[in-house]
């Protein structure tokens, strides 16, 4: 991997994004060059199909690179080596690809009326309480069932519906069409794709693309599900958009992580290990720059708790 050198266009990126690459004393390390990563995230800009020569600004930018920090530390304390965890963390950097051109707005609409009638939001959860649905279609039966539904409701259901829709019940075939685009840009920045790269990217939606992949491999998938979930569950914008969420809390971030292992997609080393991590400190600067307000001392305590054979919290 080489880094680019920066182009007039990647040193105007705003200070927000220039800000969230800083490391800090305690926190979880950025593994490549600044300006590689704020080349990467400008792929999250998105051709406004609605409004020519308008680029829609990568709505996941910090929120990716968070996690992929994140993701970086916990994948070095279960011992997987450089040599990987570059490529590793260029994939994390990456893995909301498939969200590219989100719009806040009619991505909130759709995704809140769905969660309000217990519509399932994931690929694995729609083919669960829908087993006749044609595997990869899950974007065209929700629209069919519902969409006459969502236009009662005053949401439009058109091709920039549609795309909205596939963020999340159709994200493989997304995150591959987004893919192929930028592969030109990836190249240039010198960047080697992998497969192994796409399937940790998939493995949140779709755990049975893992099957039969090295364990290393799956290992990797659990961290990056185990990282972003910790990040989101803390991310207030994210929760307000994505998950109608009014507040953050770490017990229900780490509750959701022992659901997920209590479903088979997150093992306990790779809980345990992000449990060790957060416990001595490594996240809290990131944890503060997802809410945008400091920890309370309770909160920091509950951190520190996590820590084996430490006192819990009073």
Known sequence: MKAALPTA????????????VKTEPNSAPLLVPRTFALALLQLYD?????????????????????????????????GHQPDRLIPYHIACLLHDLGRSGLDRRLFGRIWSWAKQRGIPTR?????????????????????????????????PVDDWAKEQVEMRLGYARRLARRLRAVKPSLKRLGVRWSPWMGLVMLYYYYPEKL????????????????????????????????????????GEAFAYLEKLQVEGILSETVVN???????????DSLLVEARGVALTGRELCFLRSLAPGAASCR
């Not at 266009?9 to 200070?15: G, H, T, Y």
């Not at 406004?48 to 530390?73: F, K, N, Q, V």
């Not at 309480?129 to 069919?144: C, I, M, N, S, W």
């Open 46 to 78: 998105y051709p406004d199909p609605r409004r020519s020569g308008r680029l829609i600004r990568g709505y996941d930018r910090a929120h990716a690179l968070r996690t992929a920090r994140m993701c970086a530390t916990v994948a070095a304390r279960l």
């Open 123 to 155: 690929p694995r959860e729609w083919r669960a309480a829908h087993p006749d649905t044609k595997y990869g279609r899950e974007t065209e039966a929700f629209l069919a069932r519902y969409g006459d539904e969502l236009k009662t409701a005053g949401i």
């Open 211 to 250: 099957n039969g992949a090295p364990r290393w491999v799956r290992q990797l998938a659990e961290v990056l599900v185990a990282c972003e979930q910790f990040e989101a569950y803390s991310n207030r914008r994210r929760g307000r958009d994505y998950y109608v969420r009014t507040q953050e809390t770490l």
């Open 273 to 283: 290990a992000l449990r060790a991590v957060a416990a001595e400190g490594a996240f």
């Open 9 to 20: 266009k990647e040193r105007r990126l705003n200070s927000h994004h220039r800000r969230a």
